[in-house]
């Protein structure tokens, strides 16, 4: 609990928009983001910067030449107050941008941190036979190692490079790479074999082979993907990008006509007014923040944990249709417990329980730890026996069975087929039924024998994580479809599916059968998220659109999946569809505000403009605005405001709530859209009630 809150903290403090490590470098990247190269990959806001130069030069030259760019009363202070908030409109969407940025790079100058040059033991040409007694090691820098090379690690030492355990087994803290202070275990063979460069082996002995060459390890690569300013766009993005640009070019038309018309009513318009229009009218909001609504996308994630290998797997997450969840650690808490021991017809409960226990004292797993503390909260007191007279019979493959034989008695307990072998006889009618009735619940069933007569069962059940069944009900009024994986038969994963609430499940699992559901889903149009740890998962994982690879799996996982998970945690793959959703709401909520702001400001600016010439408009000018000259100084002044105001709620999001399309639509309308169309009304008119007034003291 202590490291939870400890890590919440620090996500927190990471996200801090006050933060100084990110303020000062965002506001000096604002400046140097007005290259024109750089911005012109913006096309609102290249217009906004093209029409910036322009005004600069008119004031320039009115300003000191008496060029007649801009005639009326005092055109120098109008064109000078024009051009500085057009410039300041760049400034504060390159604040945006840079601010989204800086996130990511204090967290890859925090990982940079963690990776130094450290000293490899090197087996001599790769030899591992007989290496710890030959000491066929030599030492070197970990900055020399290649791809194949084999290391060992002992207690103490910093794992020099990314690589698969191959021999023997160690407790790691990774908490240099996830923040989290659990250590964690990897040992040879399996799909927790895999360890990353920078982390610190806290007991026994493994030998590594590299899987990486100097400059492209997973923390390398972790680096470069949290330096957000090289983050590719989104399809989404690219077209709202092009709907973008399209309304530029329609606004920019419409105002060049303004011209015609006003010569035509006997008045004109000049160049700095129809830019200052242009200007406001132009979606320059969203424009303004779509990088950094992209780019805090990615970095939500970062908080959560998960490092996005690509801008596409965020915003696929948002669009998932289908969710497939590995039953055992996602659903489960992946370790089968005990829950209670049934005894055959004749047997005394206490006699039971008494060789349950004695058959699982040397049982390490998970399950048989459950049976000890399940006999013991029954009040046996086999642990109390002494050990030293004792031959412990580990689990096989072969024989399905484990057990002890101590003192002329036989005890053992496994699978029921195996139970009836070895006692030699069929299972007793009323065990049979209580074994087939644990199977079709979806538990399983041990069966515990002394001298070849069966003694009863053992329950061991699948326990559901609590609060499960209501995430499901949450993701299912998204419009998502659950489907649970498992290796389990059908009975047992039937029963589990049911108890979880998931729409659907796939039993007996192979790899090929997941991959073969994903293309079935995908083909009906839907988008696919799965979770995988394992070289058996990577098929499936390279199939799906987002496919959320364990830290701790295998090598081959990491690199079929777009999103890695650092914490190893199955269930992050519903936080991130609700991370990736948050995206795509808050730029739809953005772009709802900005167009919806657009409209306003131009039934604001247009009757101000022209009320003068032709008095009719007059009725129109609602917000009562002074003048032609201090309406559209109040537009430009709000439009470069109202985009340093979004900027926390495009870096934070708008929060995310599971409900569906219509009420989503609804609310943003209601919010987004009627706030856009209000928010110009009262603060330009504010903004105009203010300039008014130090105009005219002026």
Same mark, same amino acid.
């Not at 024009?82 to 390159?94: E, R, S, Y």
């Not at 899987?211 to 983050?231: K, Q, W, Y």
């Given at each position: 609990?202590?490291?939870?809150?400890?890590?919440?903290?620090?996500?927190?403090?990471?996200?801090?928009?006050?933060?100084?490590?990110?303020?000062?470098?965002?506001?000096?990247?604002?400046?140097?983001?007005?290259?024109?190269?750089?911005?012109?990959?913006?096309?609102?806001?290249?217009?906004?910067?093209?029409?910036?130069?322009?005004?600069?030069?008119?004031?320039?030259?009115?300003?000191?030449?008496?060029?007649?760019?801009?005639?009326?009363?005092?055109?120098?202070?109008?064109?000078?107050?024009?051009?500085?908030?057009?410039?300041?409109?760049?400034?504060?969407?390159?604040?945006?941008?840079?601010?989204?940025?800086?996130?990511?790079?204090?967290?890859?100058?925090?990982?940079?941190?963690?990776?130094?040059?450290?000293?490899?033991?090197?087996?001599?040409?790769?030899?591992?036979?007989?290496?710890?007694?030959?000491?066929?090691?030599?030492?070197?820098?970990?900055?020399?190692?290649?791809?194949?090379?084999?290391?060992?690690?002992?207690?103490?030492?910093?794992?020099?490079?990314?690589?698969?355990?191959?021999?023997?087994?160690?407790?790691?803290?990774?908490?240099?790479?996830?923040?989290?202070?659990?250590?964690?275990?990897?040992?040879?063979?399996?799909?927790?074999?895999?360890?990353?460069?920078?982390?610190?082996?806290?007991?026994?002995?493994?030998?590594?082979?590299?899987?990486?060459?100097?400059?492209?390890?997973?923390?390398?690569?972790?680096?470069?993907?949290?330096?957000?300013?090289?983050?590719?766009?989104?399809?989404?993005?690219?077209?709202?990008?092009?709907?973008?640009?399209?309304?530029?070019?329609?606004?920019?038309?419409?105002?060049?006509?303004?011209?015609?018309?006003?010569?035509?009513?006997?008045?004109?318009?000049?160049?700095?007014?129809?830019?200052?229009?242009?200007?406001?009218?132009?979606?320059?909001?969203?424009?303004?923040?779509?990088?950094?609504?992209?780019?805090?996308?990615?970095?939500?994630?970062?908080?959560?944990?998960?490092?996005?290998?690509?801008?596409?797997?965020?915003?696929?997450?948002?669009?998932?249709?289908?969710?497939?969840?590995?039953?055992?650690?996602?659903?489960?808490?992946?370790?089968?417990?005990?829950?209670?021991?049934?005894?055959? #017809?004749?047997? +005394?409960?206490?006699?039971?329980? $008494? /060789?349950?226990?004695?058959?699982? !004292? &040397?049982?390490? *797993? @998970? %399950?048989?730890?459950?049976?000890?503390?399940?006999?013991?909260?029954?009040?046996?007191?086999?642990?109390?026996?002494?050990?030293?007279?004792?031959?412990?019979?580990?689990?096989?493959?072969?024989?399905?069975?484990?057990?002890?034989?101590?003192?002329?008695?036989?005890?053992?307990?496994?699978?029921?087929?195996?139970?009836?072998?070895?006692?030699?006889?069929?299972?007793?009618?009323?065990?049979?039924?209580?074994?087939?009735?644990?199977?079709?619940?979806?538990?399983?069933?041990?069966?515990?024998?002394?001298?070849?007569?069966?003694?009863?069962?053992?329950?061991?059940?699948?326990?559901?994580?609590?609060?499960?069944?209501?995430?499901?009900?949450?993701?299912?009024?998204?419009?998502?479809?659950?489907?649970?994986?498992?290796?389990?038969? #059908?009975?047992? +994963?039937?029963?589990?599916?049911? $108890? /979880?609430?998931?729409?659907?499940? !796939? &039993?007996?699992? *192979? @790899? %090929?059968?997941?991959?073969?559901?994903?293309?079935?889903?995908?083909?009906?149009?839907?988008?696919?998220?799965?979770?995988?740890?394992?070289?058996?998962?990577?098929?499936?994982?390279?199939?799906?659109?987002?496919?959320?690879?364990?830290?701790?799996?295998?090598?081959?996982?990491?690199?079929?999946?777009?999103?890695?998970?650092?914490?190893?945690?199955?269930?992050?793959?519903?936080?991130?569809?609700?991370?990736?959703?948050?995206?795509?709401?808050?730029?739809?909520?953005?772009?709802?505000?900005?167009?919806?702001?657009?409209?306003?400001?131009?039934?604001?600016?247009?009757?101000?403009?022209?009320?003068?010439?032709?008095?009719?408009?007059?009725?129109?000018?609602?917000?009562?605005?002074?003048?032609?000259?201090?309406?559209?100084?109040?537009?430009?002044?709000?439009?470069?405001?109202?985009?340093? /105001?979004?900027?926390?709620?495009? !870096?934070?999001?708008?929060?995310?709530?599971?409900?569906?399309?219509?009420?989503?639509?609804?609310?943003?309308?209601?919010?987004?859209?009627?706030?856009?169309?209000?928010?110009?009304?009262?603060?330009?008119?504010?903004?105009?009630?203010?300039?008014?007034?130090?105009?005219?003291?002026?």
């Amino acid at each position: 609990m202590k490291d939870t809150i400890q890590k919440r903290e620090r996500r927190k403090g990471r996200s801090s928009l006050s933060d100084r490590t990110i303020l000062v470098p965002a506001i000096r990247a604002s400046f140097a983001k007005l290259n024109p190269r750089w911005i012109a990959r913006n096309p609102v806001m290249f217009v906004v910067e093209v029409g910036a130069v322009i005004t600069t030069i008119i004031f320039v030259l009115d300003l000191f030449n008496g060029t007649p760019v801009l005639r009326g009363p005092n055109n120098e202070l109008f064109v000078g107050q024009i051009t500085v908030w057009l410039w300041f409109t760049v400034l504060f969407a390159n604040f945006a941008e840079a601010m989204a940025e800086g996130r990511g790079k204090a967290q890859a100058a925090s990982l940079r941190k963690t990776r130094s040059e450290t000293i490899a033991r090197r087996l001599v040409d790769g030899q591992l036979t007989n290496c710890q007694t030959n000491g066929l090691e030599e030492r070197i820098s970990s900055t020399q190692l290649k791809k194949g090379d084999l290391v060992v690690c002992e207690a103490g030492d910093i794992v020099p490079g990314d690589g698969d355990v191959i021999e023997g087994i160690a407790s790691i803290d990774e908490s240099a790479i996830t923040g989290e202070s659990a250590p964690v275990i990897r040992e040879a063979g399996g799909d927790r074999s895999s360890v990353t460069g920078g982390t610190r082996v806290l007991s026994d002995r493994i030998v590594i082979q590299i899987t990486a060459n100097p400059g492209e390890t997973f923390l390398d690569r972790m680096i470069h993907l949290v330096e957000s300013a090289s983050r590719r766009k989104t399809p989404n993005e690219i077209a709202l990008n092009i709907l973008l640009a399209a309304l530029t070019i329609i606004f920019m038309v419409a105002t060049v006509t303004l011209q015609p018309f006003a010569i035509y009513a006997g008045t004109s318009v000049t160049i700095t007014v129809l830019i200052a229009l242009l200007v406001c009218l132009i979606p320059t909001t969203i424009g303004g923040l779509l990088s950094a609504i992209g780019i805090a996308g990615i970095d939500r994630l970062m908080q959560r944990n998960v490092i996005a290998l690509s801008g596409r797997a965020v915003e696929a997450a948002g669009d998932v249709d289908t969710l497939l969840l590995d039953k055992t650690g996602t659903i489960t808490f992946g370790n089968r417990q005990a829950s209670e021991f049934l005894p055959a #017809p004749g047997v +005394a409960m206490e006699r039971l329980v $008494e /060789a349950a226990e004695l058959a699982s !004292l &040397a049982d390490e *797993t @998970p %399950e048989g730890k459950s049976i000890v503390a399940l006999a013991n909260r029954l009040g046996s007191s086999g642990r109390a026996l002494d050990k030293a007279g004792m031959t412990f019979i580990a689990f096989s493959a072969t024989t399905r069975m484990s057990g002890v034989d101590f003192g002329g008695r036989t005890i053992r307990k496994g699978a029921d087929d195996a139970m009836g072998r070895w006692s030699e006889r069929d299972l007793p009618v009323d065990v049979r039924a209580r074994v087939d009735a644990i199977g079709r619940s979806g538990g399983t069933p041990l069966v515990v024998g002394e001298n070849k007569v069966v003694l009863g069962t053992i329950h061991l059940k699948d326990i559901v994580k609590p609060g499960i069944r209501d995430r499901f009900a949450e993701l299912r009024r998204m419009g998502l479809r659950t489907v649970m994986i498992t290796g389990d038969n #059908p009975l047992t +994963a039937a029963a589990i599916a049911k $108890e /979880a609430g998931v729409d659907d499940f !796939l &039993a007996q699992a *192979t @790899p %090929e059968m997941k991959l073969k559901l994903i293309r079935d889903e995908q083909a009906l149009g839907r988008m696919v998220a799965m979770t995988g740890d394992g070289t058996n998962d990577a098929p499936a994982l390279a199939q799906a659109d987002v496919a959320v690879a364990m830290n701790t799996g295998t090598q081959a996982a990491k690199e079929a999946g777009n999103l890695i998970d650092l914490d190893s945690d199955p269930t992050k793959l519903i936080e991130i569809v609700e991370a990736g959703k948050q995206m795509l709401i808050t730029r739809g909520a953005l772009t709802t505000f900005s167009i919806a702001n657009d409209v306003a400001k131009y039934f604001a600016i247009i009757p101000a403009m022209f009320f003068v010439a032709l008095p009719e408009l007059k009725a129109l000018n609602i917000m009562q605005l002074h003048s032609p000259n201090s309406a559209v100084l109040s537009a430009v002044i709000f439009n470069a405001l109202i985009i340093i /105001a979004l900027v926390p709620l495009a !870096l934070r999001g708008v929060r995310y709530r599971p409900i569906g399309a219509s009420a989503l639509l609804r609310n943003n309308l209601l919010i987004y859209g009627l706030g856009g169309i209000v928010a110009p009304f009262i603060g330009i008119k504010i903004i105009d009630i203010i300039v008014t007034a130090v105009n005219l003291a002026a």
